[in-house]
């Protein structure tokens, strides 16, 4: 149920998505209106039911409001004239998720060793201070 006048411009999943776009439309001076937030706020599955909270802003503002959340990198943005869903750009769906990254992790024996290592080591300056000591005039 839009207002008369005015055009939904994003359609953001979560509460607090929604609330920073809306504070950071109001501070550029965007006057913008936030609907089904608190129904939203009350379940993650009436949040899913209802589609999340709609973003809504004057039909004159819209190019402006649309242009400030891209440039802030806020999900949901619809890139039509008014369109209910967002619509995501063909780069976004279209490319490859990035690889995986690959963790090689030492073998177990050579992590031994350094332990080891590390182990004698200590010992053996452990040893050298206690001659030393018993050694003194």
């Known amino acids: 149920m839009a207002r008369d006048g005015y055009v939904p411009l ?8 929604a609330g920073l776009a809306h504070q950071l439309l109001v501070e550029a001076g965007v006057e913008a209106v936030l609907e089904d937030q608190a129904l939203s706020a009350v379940d993650p599955l009436v949040r899913l039911a209802i589609g999340g909270t709609k973003l809504l802003v004057p039909e004159a ?7 400030l959340l891209e440039a802030a990198g806020a999900p949901g943005v619809t890139r039509g004239g008014g369109a209910d869903q967002p619509v ?50």
Not at 10 to 17: F, G, M, S, V
Not at 61 to 67: I, K, N, S, T
Not at 89 to 111: G, I, K, M, N, T
């Open 61 to 67: 503002d819209a190019a402006r409001a649309r242009d």
């Open 10 to 17: 994003a359609t953001l999943l979560t509460p607090e998505e």
């Open 88 to 137: 995501p750009a063909e780069e976004e769906w279209s490319r490859s998720p990035p690889p995986e990254e690959v963790v090689v992790e030492p073998p177990r024996w050579l992590r031994s060793t350094a332990f080891l290592a590390a182990a004698v080591a200590f010992v053996l300056v452990l040893i050298s201070g206690l001659l030393a000591l018993m050694h003194r005039p």
